[in-house]
Every structure is written in structure tokens, then in C-alpha cells.
T-cell receptor, first 114, second 111 residues
Framework: NAGVTQTPKFQVLKTGQSMTLQCAQD?????MYWYRQDPGMGLRLIYY???????DKGEVPNGYNVSRLNKREFSLRLESAAPSQTSVYFC?????????????FGEGSRLTVL | SQQGEEDPQALSIQEGENATMNCSYK?????LQWYRQNSGRGLVHLIL?????REKHSGRLRVTLDTSKKSSSLLITASRAADTASYFC???????????FGQGTRLTINP
């Protein structure tokens, strides 16, 4: 049982390049999330998907797009990377429905934009 | 803006001592959660306390919630070197599907 798996773990991009962060969970969870973590800022929600087929913006969605490919997979795309997007990105999932519950996190994807 | 604010930002204690971290939030909540993050790793859920609960225990962890003061505390008793990590509180004030995290408390346990 792998839980939440993120790929890649590390990535270096040049300004303007694009890339997709992949996330998959094997816990049959309905809801999935993308957060970014910056020093001194805690975690900030980028996008979330309450259920398969739906996505919604979080606190800091600008510069990102997401796709809920199926119940297991939720990807985050940077169309034109900027240095301000240098961060550690975490995917998370929860099986709770209307009531917020425990989040299960992946190990993170460390992105550097030069 | 961050909903949860942890205090202190950093805490260093000797092994065996108790560690207390505090979290304050701004709006009404249904529940509050605490997470631990070891260096370079993802967050791990520790405990969830609902708005109608005042205190909850899990092993060496004790969490209190004071909704009138909009604050929570996490107590780790008899600390161990393995407790060295960052600890975050998170609330559902952003909505049922949007946990909002604080900036965290970095705890260091000295042997």
C-alpha cells in the first residue's frame, strides 16, 4: 500500500519551461489536493478536487492548472514556469466527504525555477 | 492569509522535557488538526479535535481546544530525539474541503 505517490521528486526548470507534477493515490479517496510549501509560509492550497470530475481553486492558483484524470490521479501543470514558483509541492488526499478529515500527504516534489 | 498561527516559531528543549506548542485561528471551525513534518518529508497526521471537544489524547500527545479563545495547544510529554520535527496546525475554516495550515513550529529535542 503506497499511499500517495508524487513524481518527480526533484526538478530544475528554466524560466518559461513547462512541466507536469504527477500524483496518484491508492486509498480510493475521493478528494485530492495540491499544496505548495515555502519557507516561513507554511502550506498554501493551490487547487483541489473534491471528487472525480471536479476541480476548484485554492488560495494561490495563478500560474497553475490541474487535471483530475481519474479517481486515483491528480496532476498539476506549470505552463510557463517562473522563479516565484520555486517551491516544494505536496499532493494530498482524503477519504472524508463533506466533513474535513485527515489528509494523507506524498513525500513532496522539489522544484527549482532558474 | 494564514488561518492558523503557531507559537512559538521555534522551540528547543532537552530530551525528556515536555514541549508545548500553541495555535490560534481567526474564524469558527468544525475541527482542528495537528500534523508533524520531519525534515525533507511529507506531513503526517497526528490528531484531530472537533469543535465540541475540549481535550484529546493520543499516546504522549495531548491536544486542547478553546473555541472561545480560538486557540489550541499541542503538548508532547517526555520528549524524545525522534520528536524533532516541524508541527503544523490546520483548520477547516476555509471550508470543508480546504484545510488551512499555519506556518508551523520547529521543535528540536537535544539529547
Amino acid at each position: 500500500n503506497a499511499g500517495v505517490t508524487q513524481t518527480p521528486k526533484f526538478q530544475v526548470l528554466k524560466t518559461g519551461q513547462s512541466m507536469t507534477l504527477q500524483c496518484a493515490q491508492d486509498m480510493n479517496h475521493n478528494s485530492m489536493y495540491w499544496y505548495r510549501q515555502d519557507p516561513g509560509m507554511g502550506l498554501r492550497l493551490i487547487y483541489y478536487s473534491a471528487s472525480e470530475g471536479t476541480t476548484d481553486k485554492g488560495e494561490v492558483p495563478n500560474g497553475y492548472n490541474v487535471s483530475r484524470l481519474n479517481k486515483r490521479e491528480f496532476s498539476l501543470r506549470l505552463e510557463s514556469a517562473a522563479p516565484s514558483q520555486t517551491s516544494v509541492y505536496f499532493c494530498a488526499s482524503t477519504g472524508q466527504g463533506r466533513v474535513s478529515g485527515e489528509l494523507f500527504f506524498g513525500e513532496g516534489s522539489r522544484l527549482t525555477v532558474l | 492569509s494564514q488561518q492558523g498561527e503557531e507559537d512559538p516559531q521555534a522551540l528547543s528543549i532537552q530530551e525528556g522535557e515536555n514541549a508545548t506548542m500553541n495555535c490560534s485561528y481567526k474564524t469558527s471551525i468544525n475541527n482542528l488538526q495537528w500534523y508533524r513534518q520531519n525534515s525533507g518529508r511529507g506531513l503526517v497526521h497526528l490528531i484531530l479535535i472537533r469543535s465540541n471537544e475540549r481535550e484529546k489524547h493520543s499516546g504522549r500527545l495531548r491536544v486542547t481546544l478553546d473555541t472561545s479563545k480560538k486557540s489550541s495547544s499541542l503538548l508532547i510529554t517526555a520528549s524524545r530525539a525522534a520528536d524533532t520535527a516541524s508541527y503544523f496546525c490546520a483548520t477547516d475554516a476555509g471550508g470543508a474541503q480546504k484545510l488551512v495550515f499555519g506556518q508551523g513550529t520547529r521543535l528540536t529535542i537535544n539529547p
